[in-house]
């Protein structure tokens, strides 16, 4: 096969190995949070996405270090991605106000909870 090909196959794996690994991250928190035994999920998860993570940088890289660089590209830009479609809806309208230039309402937290402020005193 073609070396560009191989390259382009190597980054597209690299794609679905971050994609599967930081996806799998995703899920672990949101299940972990409600889970009874948290430290089980975690851990299991952990051992998991990184042993498929792993396994496909080995199996992809076949002792080529240009495939385990692409592949590793790949596995950044899923990182990047994945982060990007599980932001919080708060997170993402704090992110648009600061691009702005202006502050997000002082009336709630980075979780959203409300916070009881007071406005300063004037003497």
Same mark, same amino acid.
């Given at each position: 096969?073609?070396? %560009? ?5 190597? /980054?597209?794996? &690299?794609?679905?190995? /971050? #994609? ?8 672990t928190?949101?299940? =972990?949070?409600? *889970?009874?035994?948290? %430290?089980?999920?975690?851990? =299991? *998860?952990?051992?998991?996405? *990184?042993?498929?993570?792993? &396994? &496909?940088?080995?199996?992809?890289g076949? &002792?080529?270090?240009? $495939? ?14 994945? %982060?990007?479609?599980t932001? #919080?809806?708060?997170e +993402? =309208? #704090?992110?648009?106000?600061v691009?702005? $230039? ?6 709630? %937290?980075? *979780? =959203? +909870?409300? +916070?009881?402020? $007071?406005?300063?005193?004037? $003497?």
């Open positions: 096969m073609n070396e %560009t090909l191989l390259l382009v196959l190597a /980054g597209s794996a &690299g794609l679905l190995i /971050g #994609a599967l690994f930081f996806g799998g991250l995703f899920w928190v949101r299940e =972990g949070l409600l *889970s009874k035994r948290p %430290t089980l999920l975690f851990v =299991g *998860s952990l051992l998991f996405r *990184s042993a498929v993570a792993l &396994g &496909g940088f080995y199996v992809v076949r &002792g080529r270090w240009e $495939r385990l660089v692409m592949c590793l590209i790949g596995f950044v830009v899923a990182r990047a991605v994945v %982060t990007r479609l932001r #919080a809806p708060y +993402e =309208g #704090a992110r648009r106000a691009r702005r $230039r202006r502050a997000p309402p002082p009336e709630y %937290t980075h *979780s =959203g +909870e409300q +916070e009881a402020r $007071r406005a300063p005193q004037p $003497r």
